[in-house]
């Protein structure tokens, strides 16, 4: 007799829902059982595997993640700020590598809070709130985080509030001493808004890097980029990437002016 597969399966079908920023939805990934992409007006925003946190499928979040293993070899992480929080791809792998820090999640948009909260919740508590990033950053005490990983995105740019000296200071204010600032940054060439970008960040933190792919970081194709600030760790690179630091970002950034506020 023909076998008709496990009639206990459940069949996972596609989430959609109205958020403030527009359309969301949750797919599914045929190719694995738990495995979720969080779009949002279309455009892919996170991938989860709620069996396992640690499967990455986007480049730039294996980045993120590399910078944190290297970062948590020498230190652990009590206090983590996330602005951002997309489908909580990052808090989830950090609960399952420092399950006894405590994390907070700002995303300024309640409706996709929801509908994460309700559709693929995390497994371990994460505090989320709504609201704005740099309001977030501005009433937090000072060096209240050990690390901060920057993942706000309207569309595909950074907010413009959030791409300044006067936040970058802020976000220097608020991380404690030893501690690692972990922003993406998506960019096209010629990486101009990225060069800017270092050079903001470099104005609030003696010490900054920038991992990325090479055609990215050689202004060849569009992409994801990565800043570190603090604490910035040796990050094992992978196959055609590479991590900036000291001279060579001072080439790169080619006499970028930092970012002011408008009405400063």
């Known amino acids: 007799m023909a076998t008709h597969g496990n009639r206990h399966t459940p069949v996972r079908r596609a989430v959609v829902a109205a958020v403030a920023s527009g359309r ?90 929801a509908l994460v909260s309700r559709e693929i919740p995390p497994a371990r508590p994460v505090e989320i709130v709504a609201g704005d990033a740099r309001e977030a950053v501005e009433r937090a005490p000072d060096q209240g985080y050990d690390v901060i990983v920057a993942d706000v995105f309207t569309g595909a740019a950074m907010p413009a509030h959030l791409g300044t000296v006067q936040f970058a200071r802020q976000l220097a204010r608020v991380l404690a001493p030893g501690g690692l600032l972990v922003m993406n940054v998506t960019d096209v060439p010629p990486m101009a808004a990225t060069r800017i970008q270092v050079a903001t960040v470099a104005a609030a933190f003696a010490r900054v890097g920038l991992l990325g792919e090479i055609p990215v970081l050689r202004g060849r194709r569009a992409g994801n980029v990565v800043v570190l600030a603090g604490e910035v760790p040796p990050v094992p690179v992978a196959r055609g990437e590479r991590l900036l630091r000291e001279g060579e970002l001072v080439v790169f950034s080619g006499g970028a002016r930092p970012r002011m506020d408008a009405n400063r």
């Open 24 to 113: 969301a939805e949750l797919v599914p990934d045929p190719a694995r059982p738990r495995g979720w992409t969080l779009l949002v007006n279309g455009v892919p925003q996170s991938y989860v595997d709620l069996a396992d946190p640690e499967h990455l499928e986007f480049a730039y979040v294996r980045q993120i993640a590399r910078a944190l293993r290297a970062w948590g070899r020498h230190a652990v992480p009590a206090r983590v700020l996330h602005l951002g929080g997309g489908a909580l791809t990052v808090p989830r792998l950090v609960a399952r590598w420092w399950p006894g820090a405590a994390q907070r999640v700002v995303e300024h948009d309640p409706d996709l809070i």
